[in-house]
Nanobody, 123 residues
Framework: VQLQASGGGLVRPGGSLRLSCTAS????????MGWYRQAPGKQRELVAI???????NYADSVKGRFTISEVDAKNAVHLQMNSLKPEDTAVYYC??????????????????WGQGTQVTVSS
């Protein structure tokens, strides 16, 4: 399974960016899918995620500014980021918990990460 992320870049404070992530490969089902970020010198943190029960979680710091959406048929999620702040600067990683069929006919859940895309908010 591969997660292909795109959409990062440089934007001024108050601006907007849209991140996209598409999962491909041997996928039986996608359970959780969303975005984490890691700023220099800090731990990786959750930004927004679709949970397997259909609920969505956002980090408190992005509520009201970021919106996660999904395209089930394309195994994709998007993250619309508005009113960006310098503190949003980080490498953003797409994440998915994927049920993957094996050659033995069993299905296992694995965590997958995308390659990371840089978001820089600066004037």
């Amino acid at each position: 399974v591969q997660l292909q992320a795109s959409g990062g870049g440089l934007v001024r404070p108050g601006g907007s960016l849209r991140l996209s992530c598409t999962a491909s490969g041997s996928i039986f089902a996608i359970n959780d899918m969303g975005w984490y970020r890691q700023a220099p010198g800090k731990q990786r943190e959750l930004v927004a995620i679709f949970n397997s029960d259909g609920s969505i979680n956002y980090a408190d710091s992005v509520k009201g500014r970021f919106t996660i959406s999904e395209v089930d048929a394309k195994n994709a999620v998007h993250l619309q980021m508005n009113s960006l702040k310098p503190e949003d600067t980080a490498v953003y990683y797409c994440y998915a918990d994927v049920s993957t069929p094996t050659g033995g006919g069993k299905i296992y859940d694995y965590d997958y990460w995308g390659q990371g895309t840089q978001v820089t908010v600066s004037s």
